[in-house]
């Protein structure tokens, strides 16, 4: 979803982002990444760009016992 606002004479693209996650298939990876550069790309240099979102930074190891942090991650 992209939202434009309009304030003190510039244009602000907000993106809202929701990138695969860490199981799902390189090709779907490539495809989210190729999408949201080809979407930007379309901005006006002028123009301010801000992304937001759940891009999906998962790391480290999967942590028993913890509600909060929800057990995600991969690793060692």
Known sequence: MKIVVAAKERLYHFFSAYAP???????????????LDEKAAEVPSKDVII????????????????SCHGGFGYGS
């Open 51 to 66: 992304v937001a979102g759940d891009l999906n930074g998962h790391v480290g190891a999967t942590k028993d016992g913890y």
């Open 21 to 35: 996650q860490t199981g799902c298939s390189d090709q779907d990876k490539d495809e989210f990444w190729s999408l």
